[in-house]
């Protein structure tokens, strides 16, 4: 059976028709990802199960497609910080209120995942991905829709998610940028944790850091 538009009809995410949410990946996405299209489900589920007219932060347990659903479909974005992502690495999602905490996490069930075997097969990755069968993958998301989720109510501990403040801010005697002043007498990037190396200069900044 094709995920085709004709069989779309009815089913809503968030306000959104299928096929908007769709159309909505691939412009986000720049490609309709199963992972983005999963999540815009959860998303769904969870916010048809919390309080209307509260506001909600999210948190991700995934870096993997699921961030980009909460930020298609919801306020919340990494940038504002209104999105955690904590990479615990499960296909999982958490709407809360920001104040209180209270909020829903919905997950995939992988019990639930036996009657559905190119999701089964997605999720676990048990087969290539140049193996996979597109088609009957999306076919089987619009049908599977929230069957394979599950949902409970949780308490999040708002302590362990405060952003780091940076409102002390020195100069680093070593590269001249600004850094935040409680991680030491010079920048992390020139104590060697930077993810790259200037063109002419690599383990320069580390060097002079231990010298």
């Keep these: 059976m094709h995920a085709n538009r004709a069989v779309h009809s009815g089913v809503t995410i968030c306000g959104h028709t299928?096929?908007?949410y769709l159309d909505m990946v691939r412009a986000f996405h720049k490609?309709?990802?199963p992972g983005v299209v999963i999540g815009g489900l959860m998303v769904d589920l969870a916010y048809r199960n919390l309080p209307q007219?509260?506001?909600f932060d999210s948190?991700?347990?995934t870096r993997s497609c699921l961030p980009d659903a909460i930020q298609i479909l919801t306020p919340c974005t990494i940038g504002n910080g209104w999105l955690?992502?904590?990479d615990l690495g499960r296909f999982a999602l958490t709407l809360f209120e920001k104040h209180s905490g209270n909020g829903v996490r919905v997950y995939v069930n992988s019990r639930k995942l036996d009657d559905w075997p190119e999701l089964k097969s997605f999720f676990f990755k048990l087969v290539p991905k140049k193996?996979?069968?597109p088609q009957a993958l999306m076919a089987e998301i619009y049908l599977a829709n929230t069957s394979i989720f599950d949902i409970r109510k949780v308490q999040v501990d708002l302590t362990c998610l405060k952003s780091r403040s940076r409102r002390d801010v020195a100069v680093c005697p070593l590269c001249g940028e600004?850094?935040?002043s409680c991680d030491g007498e010079i920048c992390l990037s020139c104590l060697g944790k930077a993810p790259y190396s200037y063109f002419g200069e690599s383990g320069s900044k580390k060097n002079q850091a231990q010298s």
Excluded: N, R, T
């Design 18 to 20: 299928y096929d908007q």
């Design 31 to 33: 490609h309709i990802a």
């Design 53 to 55: 007219g509260e506001f």
């Design 59 to 61: 948190i991700s347990e």
């Design 84 to 86: 955690k992502v904590i």
């Design 131 to 133: 193996e996979q069968d």
């Design 178 to 180: 600004g850094y935040p």
